[in-house]
């Protein structure tokens, strides 16, 4: 994606947060774009923590890393950071360490309270 594409979609100071089924169920269409992030920082931790989340969620009793990743591009859900260029979050600088250690505080996997959605479906309310 070129970067002027993203400036035209996502105004200065828009991100937005592209969700991949890896298991190919949607093709290379994303499963989902999530809008109304506040900060590139905001953006990145989301979709950190989704990421980690989905690795964890792919992991069994007794699988080793190895494993773990086989499952992930199997049957998880990748995450990419638009509108932020070289400062976005990846998930390849990260998933081998996510694979090698369990999650231990379930805080790293919690990415729900920082969907923005979130906050949408308050304002509704």
């Known amino acids: 994606m070129s970067g002027e594409f993203e400036a035209e979609i996502f105004p200065r100071g828009d991100y937005a947060v592209r969700i991949m089924d890896l298991s190919g169920a949607n093709g290379s269409d994303p499963v ?62 990260e998933l081998k360490d996510f694979a090698d250690t369990p999650v231990r505080d379930a805080e790293e996997r919690n990415w729900r309270v920082l969907d923005p959605r979130r906050d949408e479906e308050e304002d509704e309310a």
């Open 32 to 93: 989902e774009t999530v809008t109304g992030f506040i900060s590139i920082e905001h953006a990145n931790a989301f979709a950190r923590r989704y990421v980690r989340d989905s690795v964890e969620r792919c992991r069994a009793p007794g699988m080793d890393a190895k494993a773990v990743l086989d499952a992930w591009f199997a049957f998880g859900e990748d995450a990419e950071v638009l509108g932020a260029g070289d400062d976005a979050w990846v998930s390849r600088s």
